[in-house]
């Protein structure tokens, strides 16, 4: 017996369902807040990957899906949106439009971690990008949008927020890290990444490293005067959108490409995988993948997390929807042409597919959670007629079959 690998899942209808509203949910509000939707390849070159998430994060060091393909490319199905979307922006030259570009995507992402409730070997991401807005009002735009989806869906989080400051005053805190970090017992890992890129430690679970890192200095006596004020004025925004936040020092988050603002929504209520979503400025980017330099910041929400968190706004509505058609020949042919009209003018309508019983076709009605029945037997056909039932009261109705389709069209939970 085959299974789906490990770390991925058959969505089967109910929780596809689910998963569907979660996207609609999405479109409609990146939408409202002026994003085009954008789709890019599930798979890029793995060196988009390599460069644009960094080659010291363990994505790209543990958990990347790469492969050669027959033209002995390296390939990578893609572990995140980012550097897919900024490739797509360099190659179609978007940058030439009227700034800012403004794009989201909903979709999966693969990263080979262990898997445990709440992570997966492929998960799905919604994100938005915010390309060409250097100012901190497009931090506070991202970050209220990312804010308002947890809202709608009835889901507490906890804003986390911190500056990581710009390449320039970046130098100073590195110093400072690898000297303290020198004295510290640190994992092979991050012994290994102390000097390439001491930043990756402040993001090392071991829960050794976290406890060296307790006195660890932290960028916010280092930011230069600029990061300083954009720091502040993204503070600002929020404070004014009524939006509340923690500040946290040590979030560097876990890709290389952001500079100044970082941020993650987080949860209490899904033990170690806290995360529900993140996000930040990624100044560098653009032109780190060959662009011209473009500021840009963005986020991403994990839809599996939010999904296991079981929104209230996702509660199965107990409502019953759609109508059954119970027919039978020789009338079935007939009656089947109608349900076909009915649902060529917008009606939720299903019959009986494998010649049973009429008692049974109103079993199914029911299982179906049918809200109506309509009946259309040979005696009906006969005399011109059909009888709509109510499934929730069990009240019946004639109806001349001139008449069907106009009515049912117009009943409460046909469409
Ligand atoms: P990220 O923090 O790596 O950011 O991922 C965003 C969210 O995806 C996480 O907060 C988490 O909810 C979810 N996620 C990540 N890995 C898994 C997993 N294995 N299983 C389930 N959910 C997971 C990014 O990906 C950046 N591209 C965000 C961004 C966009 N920054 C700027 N623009």
């Known amino acids: 017996m085959y299974r789906a690998p490990r770390g991925t899942r058959d969505f089967l209808p109910e929780q596809a369902e689910r998963f569907r509203r979660l996207e609609d949910l999405a479109a409609l509000l990146a939408q409202q807040y002026g994003y085009g939707e954008i ?26 899906y790469s492969f050669s393909d027959r033209g002995q490319r390296s390939l990578t199905l893609r572990p995140e949106g980012t550097a897919g979307a900024v490739r797509a922006f360099v190659q179609h030259k978007l940058y030439n439009e009227a700034m800012p570009g403004k794009y989201f995507y909903f979709g999966p992402m693969f990263r080979y971690e262990k898997p445990q409730a709440g992570r997966y070997r492929q998960l799905w991401q919604f994100g938005v990008e915010l390309l060409g807005a250097e100012g901190p009002r497009a931090d506070v735009e991202v970050i209220a949008l990312g804010w308002q989806y947890y809202q709608e869906l ?10 990581i400051g710009c390449p320039h005053c970046r130098q100073e805190y590195r110093k400072a890290l690898i000297a303290y970090l020198e004295e510290r017992e640190l994992c092979q890992l991050c012994s290994d990444r102390l000097h390439r890129n001491p930043m990756r430690v402040l993001d090392c679970k071991n829960s050794q490293c976290q406890e060296e890192l307790e006195e660890a200095p932290l960028i916010d006596q280092y930011l230069c005067g600029e990061c300083r004020e954009h720091f502040q004025r993204v503070q600002e925004g929020l404070d004014q959108l009524g939006i509340p936040y923690d500040l946290d020092g040590r979030l560097v988050r876990g890709l290389d490409y952001y500079t100044r603002t970082t941020f993650e929504y987080k949860t209490d209520e899904l033990g170690s995988q806290d995360a529900l979503g993140g996000g930040g400025r990624y100044d560098g980017l653009v032109e780190l993948l060959g662009g011209p330099a473009t500021p840009a910041v963005g986020l991403a929400l994990g839809i599996d997390r939010i999904e296991l968190m079981n929104p209230p706004a996702l509660q199965a509505q107990e409502q019953r929807r759609g109508i059954w058609l119970v027919t039978m020949d020789p009338a079935a042919g007939q009656a089947i042409a109608l349900a076909q009209e009915l649902r060529q003018g917008g009606a939720r309508i299903q019959y009986d597919l494998m010649e049973r019983k009429f008692r049974a076709q109103f079993k199914q009605a029911d299982r179906n959670n049918c809200r109506w029945a309509l009946v259309i037997g040979p005696d009906d056909l006969e005399q011109g007629k059909a009888v709509l039932r109510d499934l929730v009261t069990g009240e019946q109705q004639e109806l001349s079959l001139d008449i069907v389709t106009e009515t049912v069209l117009n009943l409460e939970g046909a469409k």
Not at 154 to 161: D, M
């Open 39 to 64: 789709r890019t390849p599930i798979f890029e070159l793995s060196e988009l990957f390599q460069r644009g998430v960094g080659e010291d994060t363990d994505i790209v060091e543990k958990e990347m």
């Open 154 to 163: 009835g889901i507490k989080t906890r804003l986390v927020l911190n500056s």
